[in-house]
């Protein structure tokens, strides 16, 4: 890509001050990462069992199955329908098939219980339907995070705390039972079980080139750590370039994944691995992301914690230091143009008309130009580019904005004070 911009600055008088920057917009569809035991890229390319199953409307039966004065768990009275007002399940139950009993209908469509664990356990849970309803369980922690959830439409939905932040962890979380439909008496099953020993983990520090062509080998670096309490065996780390810091659809999942020894618990290793940038790759600004063990095939103690994204992106295609291998000089400055107005330390001239060039790519996203401008003058400036591209250009006076437009293709930019409130203004 040739992030050359070639600035043509014509003014009746001054300039005050240009900023340029290129604009990428990207469309995607937010992905949220993957939870407990699923593919983190399979499950992309998958529909849920709610999509290929359709649901009826959210709603309970014409009748009221449950009787007015209810015995939910056993006890006297309804399970509340808020965290605050749920009955308590006890410390590390374990009810078996047997399970509890509860019922829920038109007038009491959600019902709530807290389970308290003591540490190295985890719980898992059931909720068996009852006929022709259609009932929803999540499993919540104490900052009302939802970190399991089941549902689906069929008559047994089943959480767990294993794979999830309440692993292992003494506390309290809250089971939330939740109506879709139809009415009826439930049973919620648990079981506690000590927590078996896990891995978790986890990727920091990553570093990349800032510039890069596709086709191109590149060194990524990062470190990748073991945060719990057994070794990891071996496993894989993936790579994706991202136009953002998030993985979402779009992006770009390399095929060469790291292979990664095993690593004991509490350690960290850092890595070095050269990764080929696929020659199909567009022109752009990505970020690199490494993912540890990204197809799931470890199970860790954690699911959601195993990558991390680099803090700097890279710029793949032609960049102004490809342009300039000794340096930029935009505007006659000897050096890169300041990217914002604080940095400017002194204007271009006064009552100015002139020509000058400069060149911004993705990763010097802003040049800044300041002129002084007499009183009862107008402005005029245009900004001409050697190559299709889009960039964005603000006229301001102080912190006023007098103009902000942008771009694209190889038209010419073009802006004046003329006509505004600003025309005939110095500063």
Known sequence: MD????????????????????VIAAFETANSQPTY????????ESKALNELTPRSSSNT?????????????????????????????????????????????AN????WYEVTITSGKDVDVELVVPAGADFDIDLVDGGGNVVDSSAGVGSLEKVTTIGTSLSGIAGSFHIQLTVWSGDGQYTLRTWTNDTPPMPDLTISNVVAPTTGQAGQTVDVNYTVSNEWNTSSGAFESQFILSTDQIYNWGDVLISQSQSET???????????????????????TYYWIVW?????????????NNNNVSAVPMLIGESCEDRHPNGLDDAGLGADAPNNRSSVVAPLGNNVTSQYTG?????????????DVPANHTIEFEITRHKSSTVDAELTLGNNLVYGGFGWGNNTL?????????????G
């Open 108 to 111: 009491d469509q959600d019902d």
């Open 359 to 371: 060149c911004i790519d993705g990763i010097d996203a802003n040049d800044v130009f300041s002129f």
């Open 292 to 304: 540890a063990d990204g197809y799931g095939n470890v199970s860790e103690k954690t699911e959601t």
């Open 414 to 426: 073009k802006t004046t004070t003329k006509g505004t409130s600003y025309d005939g203004i110095g």
């Open 37 to 44: 035991e699923q593919d983190i890229f399979q499950q992309m």
């Open 3 to 22: 992030n050359r911009r070639v600035l043509t600055l014509v003014a009746t008088l001054l300039l005050i001050s240009t900023t340029i920057s290129p």
């Open 61 to 105: 039966g014409a009748r009221a199955a449950c009787p007015l004065v209810q015995s939910d768990a056993g006890a006297s009275g309804d399970a509340g329908n808020t965290a605050n007002s749920s009955r308590s399940l006890g410390t590390n139950p374990n009810s078996g098939q047997t399970g509890n009993q509860g019922c829920m209908d």
């Open 262 to 284: 095993d690593l004991a618990e509490n350690s960290s290793r850092n890595m070095n691995s050269q990764v080929m940038i696929p020659s199909n790759t567009a022109n752009g």
